[in-house]
């Protein structure tokens, strides 16, 4: 599949607009807040179309006819304004925005789940998959290879041997090539997790080659490169195929990708330095806004409800 680094960089524009728009407009930025957003603007004309896209929407809002006005008597046109909901004391453009950003991987994938939805899936060559809540796969089988893209979200593998074909798993702008049977691949923030539960699987990135990971071990990369090799609790990283979400001093990043997963609506963190807080737990997949009043609870944080669907994370 071509242009996957390409769409990894414009989606983490598109986020980065959106934590601007709804800091810049949330009534609360400071000059500090200011001065960094005026930089990010012009650090690349990327960034400023990006933002423009999101003001012409936040704009439209004044020409969007309320559905409900054809119920009302006399047939009175009513409109939404953006002024209106700004008026509520609430930044509600989050909420345009998060469902600007939303992703669409599914119309490239051949599998996908939705919110709180985990299947099992079996693949033609026999090969096992579980697929996490809010993910998606494209599969591409030929007679020299077994390659799939893990589009979002996270994916359990159950490899069955095939020593003619590889099987890799493209995630962001990596790969993890199975050398055994069983890990399992997890996108979250701008970073891919794997963790091998069976046998081993080599980890590649561009232009900074690859590394083995063994059984019981894990290994994070991202727009730093490839990470240091870490133990792994497998029973810690496959615990969402039972139901549980466990963390071991986890960054607040990937704890809430996992939340965002099993819970309606979105979680966004707007402050670069809360992600990398360490979070440790064991919460139940039916209660994800269990895990956001832990957090609240424990962590130098304070939720900002925009409405019951979007939440942001702002310091305490």
Known sequence: MTGLGEDMTSRAVREEAVAWFVRMNSGEASPADEAGFQAWLCSCPENKREYARLQRMWSDLDHVRDPSASKRP?????????????????????????????GYDYL???????????RELVLDDGTHVTLDADSAISVDYSPSLRRLVLQRGRAYFDVAGDETRPFSVFAREGSVTALGTQFVVQIWDYSVTASVQESAVSVALPDAGSTRLEAGETLTYGPDGLGAIEPSDAEAETSWRRGRLIFEDKPLARVISDVNRYRRGTIRILDAELRNLRVSGIFDVNDPDGVLDAIVRTLPVRSLQITPYVVLLLPA
């Open 74 to 102: 006399n047939h009175s046109i009513v409109r939404f304004s953006r002024r209106h909901v700004l008026g509520a004391g609430a930044m509600a453009a989050a909420a345009t925005a998060i469902v600007w950003v939303g």
């Open 108 to 118: 490239f994938s051949d599998q996908f789940t939705g919110t709180g939805e985990v």
